[in-house]
DNA sequence: CTGATTATTTAACATTTGTAAAAGGTTTTG
DNA sequence: CAAAACCTTTTACAAATGTTAAATAATCAG
């Protein structure tokens, strides 16, 4: 889909808006297991994928631990970094061959100044990418692990091509730990 | 503090949009325990604690949950009924004998198109919000029981007066393994 | 195609957390 | 004040998850 018809799904903007975003937009294609962003680094592109996938990932005691993953069509931001101007130790990568938009986060906040539409636009946007948020903090705090694993396979057929080391960190337990579900064990 | 000026630190509005805010905030008081909205209810308010302390909570498996705590000046909502209008299975209660005020939501949102300040300003609390939900979340995915509840307690001087109760649930975990954990054998 | 690499499962054991019940503490209220 | 209600800790045992290492299985690159 058009990124402009998948927009006008959310809230239509004024011709005047999608101009003024072509300006900011960069459409960019990343190789399987490619760095998109760097950990470390500040957040100053809001991310959609246009296909492929890609997980903002960060590191604790030595392990690579997933914490979203971002499949078509779906938004992808550090938040705690785009909205606070800090830096992040999380970084972004594709986990495929993956094409992607950026939106330079700056210049976009600039034009919510001129364009309200577009700040209503991105307001929705990001209240959604709050509320899956909290689904899936209630899913952490007291779900078991094999609850949330099959919460997540329902969520999407996407899941189903992701290696399972991703998807185990992104559940909070370990591979191992993982396997045992799977083999109706765990 | 007052609530404007609390607001002002955020993004200062116009007269005119704390004239027309005035009108749709109305100022409650609760007594200890006392249930601010049901279970099951829909999200029509958004609520900013004066004093006091209120939780964000629902039932699993017949235990109580805590899924959210609030004091003063924060803000508390249930974000995946008011930003989707669906009705939810959490509700919130107050702790403590507790102040609040309560902005009505659909007359906020309403206000939003004829004050673009005041869409600005809640644009930007809420966002804050889900950043504080991203944090939450990355405790829950891959930090110990133990190092989340020395995270809470560095968090706010106020989390000594909450009961152990309410802490437990929050945090992931029963009450007993917080007693192991605060009696240093967890 | 085949060895090398990467991904997944299994096994054995350790640790953490849960469950249920009881025992102390503390607070509330008549 | 004293009984009741509520909160917190402790105990003993069960279940879930982690750790390490090895065994398979699947995929990739020359």
Redesign the interface.
């Known amino acids: 889909m058009n990124l402009f018809d998948f927009f006008d799904t959310i809230y239509p903007i004024s011709p005047e808006a999608k101009k003024a975003m072509e300006q900011i937009i960069r459409e960019k294609s990343y190789a399987k297991n490619e760095i998109v962003q760097e950990i470390g680094s500040r957040c100053r592109t809001v991310y959609i994928v246009k296909s492929g996938s890609a997980t903002i990932f960060y590191y604790?005691d030595g392990?690579d631990?997933t914490?979203h993953f971002a499949f078509e069509n779906d938004i992808i931001v550090r938040?705690?970094s785009l909205?606070?101007r800090k830096p992040t130790s999380k970084g972004i990568q594709a986990i495929d061959e993956t094409l992607m938009l950026g939106i330079d986060s700056e210049s976009l906040f600039l034009l919510?100044d001129r364009h309200?539409d577009l700040?209503?636009l991105f307001?929705l946007i990001?209240?959604?990418?709050?509320?899956n948020?909290?689904?899936?903090?209630?899913s952490?705090?007291?779900k078991s692990a094999k609850e949330r694993y099959l919460e997540l396979l329902e969520s999407t057929d996407i899941i189903q091509k992701i290696p399972l080391k991703y998807i185990a960190?992104?559940l909070?337990i370990t591979q191992v730990s993982l396997s045992r579900i799977r083999s109706g064990l765990g």
Chains 1, 2 share one sequence.
């Open positions: 604790k392990n631990i914490e938040a705690e909205f606070t919510y309200h700040e209503r307001r990001f209240e959604n990418e709050y509320v948020t909290v689904k899936r903090l209630e952490l705090q007291f960190s992104y909070g």
